[in-house]
């Protein structure tokens, strides 16, 4: 009794900062994750803040053609997602959570700080010329390297935090706690929502300064407010949980696949019960016969079980359990691929979504509205649409289904139809912004004469997509992955960020040298009010619509994880 009660006061798989068992009262908790959802309200504010108006710098200041500017703005977030792999096998393998967060903070802190040194010099950026002007003297080749190294060093700082910043903040609360358990959802539910807060300001406040103020002021603003979010994060320390790690998982699907290549030849026992487990009771994960050619990885063979040894050697012979965290993480790559082409999608909104944007009447009054701005409209699809979801739609679907929401499936199928009209839409209003563009002498003048705000729809389905997909995924990947393979399964997630980017690049690079194979400007010209960006858009629609048919089959096809583990032999 008096065990039970001790065991009560602390968290069964967390230490505090001294290495001792995590006191409940003491560590953990909202305070510590409030602390940790600062250092990402400053990521999304310094890598938006960037991205969104790079692209007009690029062209506007290093006078870079349009593909090429979308090409390096693509490149630099496929980049960013890209390196969450890195920060998370550095996690969970070396430096853990908090270490891995810490130093890849400061990491991002020095890119934007160099970021905002480079654009305050001259001497790194072209001499200025006017839009019309047909001989404007593209940036070199040092002030191009030097710009790269600014924003992959960021990107560097990005991929390092994003892999760890979630996982470190639901390890504030223990699963096994009913009300922690609540709060750690509550924690789930509202870190999207502050993700999207950091870029409604970066694409806001931060947008405008850059062209109204100055580029470096801007960008220094971020590196400031990136230094303050790591001491106030500093802050916690002793307040922080911090879980053991279990080593990476990445070498444990390595030796899953060794163990079951090295025993193909041998065949499966007829009773289940004699493969190899040595995992306790509690932790195991029951068998299940999709893959089975990795239970062969389990098998015992002679001289796997020598006596007077640690254990068998983990190349070799591997347990149930062990295996079937590998089956798991292959039953979500066909989810995990047929959402990267909604990220090829999203990339257009930071890319030529902006370069539409910034050839049409942006003016307000006597105001006019920063190109990067429109993206405003994006971020508040995204809030309107998760306060829909959460105060009309689940109550709704709750008193219909009996359950509290959209599952984590239909919400990426909502997401991924979203996106495909929003292509659609965004296509037929390029026609009309392209039809009155040929009206009028675009030659010989900055801007079309037509509104801003016909981008509006396109934003708004994009981002309302966003917001369905982006959670979706989120909690699929977390949920429907093994406990000790979360941090990869968050890094799994967001390589479809990043590889949705690069597919946009490749996208954006073959439509630009087929299209201009016979002599003209092709559908991606210098000049988009030249090119058929409309068609470009349609394609994209088309991939969109077919990568949909492709993920309904295969969402209709997975099997879901059991959160209740059975016994072992159990099929």
């Known amino acids: 009794m008096e065990q039970d009660e001790k065991m009560s006061l602390t968290v069964g798989d967390a230490v505090d900062y001294n290495g001792l068992p995590a006191e409940r009262s003491k560590t953990g908790g909202w305070v510590p994750a409030a602390l940790i959802l600062g250092i990402e309200i400053c990521e999304r504010l310094s890598t938006m803040g960037i991205a969104v108006n790079l692209v007009t710098y690029l062209g506007g200041v290093m006078h ?112 096994k706690d009913e009300k922690e358990k609540a709060q750690m959802a509550y924690f789930f539910n509202r870190f999207f929502f502050f993700i999207s807060i950091g870029t409604l300001t970066a694409v806001t406040v931060l947008v405008y300064i850059q062209d109204e103020v100055g580029r470096s002021l801007a960008y220094g603003i971020c590196s400031i407010s990136m230094f303050m979010a790591i001491l106030i994060f500093l802050s ?58 990795l239970d062969k990885a389990a098998i015992v063979g002679e001289g796997d079980l020598k006596e007077n040894t640690k254990g068998p050697n983990p ?21 995990w691929a047929t959402t990267i082409i909604f990220w090829t999608t999203y990339a257009q909104m930071i890319t030529f979504s902006v370069e539409q944007a910034s050839t049409m009447n942006r003016r307000i009054g006597n105001f006019q509205i920063p190109a990067g701005s429109l993206t405003v409209f994006f971020v508040a699809a995204i809030l309107i649409t998760l306060a829909v979801y959460d105060r ?43 039809s009155v563009a040929k009206s009028v002498n675009t030659t010989t003048a900055d801007h079309v004469p037509i509104s801003v705000f016909l981008l509006i729809p396109q934003f708004f389905l994009v981002g309302s997509g966003e917001a369905f997909i982006y959670t979706g995924q989120l909690d699929f990947f977390i949920t429907q992955s093994p406990k000790g393979m979360k941090t990869m399964s968050t890094g799994l997630f967001l390589t479809t960020l990043s590889l949705g980017f690069f597919v946009s690049s490749f996208l954006v690079s073959v439509v630009k040298k087929v299209t201009t194979s016979n002599g003209g400007q092709g559908w991606l010209a210098d000049n988009i009010n030249h090119g058929r960006l409309d068609c470009f858009y349609g394609l994209l629609a088309v991939l969109g619509f077919l990568n949909l048919i492709i993920y309904l089959i295969c969402a209709a096809c997975y099997k879901p994880h059991k959160p209740k583990p059975l016994q072992p032999g159990i099929v």
């Not at 593909?67 to 998370?88: Q, Y």
């Not at 190349?315 to 989810?335: A, D, F, N, Q, Y």
């Not at 679907?397 to 659609?424: D, E, R, Y």
Request: charged content about 20%; aromatic content about 10%; hydrophobic content about 45%.
């Open 64 to 175: 870079l053609p349009s593909s090429t500017s979308a090409n390096i703005v693509t490149d630099f977030m496929g980049t960013c997602f890209l390196l969450c792999l890195l920060g998370g096998f550095l996690a969970d393998s070396f430096l853990g959570r908090y270490k891995t967060i810490a130093i890849f903070a400061v990491v991002q802190t020095l890119g934007t700080g160099m970021l905002a040194t480079i654009t305050a010099l001259p001497e790194l950026r072209p001499p200025p010329c006017h839009a019309r002007d047909t001989n404007c003297k593209e940036a070199n080749g040092f002030q191009i390297a030097i710009l790269y190294l600014a924003l992959y060093l960021i990107a560097l700082g990005t991929g390092g935090l994003k892999s760890s910043v979630s996982g470190f903040g639901t390890d504030q609360f223990d699963e």
């Open 315 to 335: 190349w070799k012979l591997r347990s149930v359990t062990r295996v079937e965290e590998v089956k798991m993480m292959g039953r979500l790559l066909p989810i």
């Open 392 to 434: 009309i739609i689940m109550p709704v679907w709750n008193k219909w289904k009996g359950k509290t929401g959209f599952s984590s499936l239909q919400k990426i199928a909502i997401g991924l139809v979203l996106s495909t009209l929003g292509m659609a839409v965004a296509a037929l209003v390029e026609m009309k912004r392209l």
């Open 236 to 293: 916690g320390t002793k307040k922080y949980r911090y879980k053991k790690s279990s080593g990476s998982p990445i070498v444990h699907i390595f030796q899953v696949i060794a163990a079951a290549i090295r025993k193909r030849n041998m065949s499966l026992p007829y009773n289940i019960d004699m493969l190899y487990e040595d995992t306790p009771d509690d932790s195991r994960i029951r068998h299940t016969d999709q893959f089975n050619f």
